[in-house]
């Protein structure tokens, strides 16, 4: 693995507050975990994808978060979460989360709506944009459920 993860001992002193932890892994799903590794994400995501030319161009490539994810520092903090849940700082953390997501899928709509524009729209290429907008429903369910359940 590439990245903070590679740093190893590092790691070892970070703790969940810590600015170079990924909230967003934190808190539920990171959107460069979910487009970065696209076969091992969901049963949306993964089929066909990764080999469709036209989505491997179109997908929302974000490169490897530059953050740590870490599952020790996810497991401490929603064990922190769970003995003082009234602490402000979840509520802050929570709140960091689902305005990065929001922003994620605002960017995904984008792509989504430039992707249509340029397309005619046969058959085989509305199936090829059907990609990106089940992407986006995808993380829209992580959203309510903050978990990926729906094998
Ligand atoms: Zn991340």
Not at 52 to 62: E, G, S
Not at 100 to 105: G, L, P, T
Request: with cysteine.
């Amino acid at each position: 693995m590439m990245g903070p993860e590679a740093m190893g001992v590092a790691n070892a002193n970070l703790v969940w507050s810590d600015e170079k932890v990924c909230r967003n892994f934190l808190c539920g799903t990171c959107p460069h975990a979910l487009f970065t590794n696209t076969v091992s994400t969901g049963p949306c995501i993964s089929r066909q994808s990764s080999t469709d030319p036209f989505f491997v161009v179109q997908k929302m490539d974000l490169g490897a978060c530059p953050k740590s994810h870490t599952e020790r520092l996810k497991t401490e903090y929603l064990a922190a979460k769970d003995a003082t849940p009234s602490d402000p700082i979840f509520n802050r953390f929570q709140m960091e989360y689902e305005a990065n997501i929001f922003a994620f899928v605002d960017e995904c709509d984008r792509r989504i709506r430039a992707a249509h524009r340029r397309l005619e729209k046969t058959p085989e290429e509305n199936a090829k944009t059907t990609n990106l907008v089940c992407s986006h429903i995808h993380l829209d369910r992580l959203m309510v459920t903050h978990t990926c359940s729906d094998a």
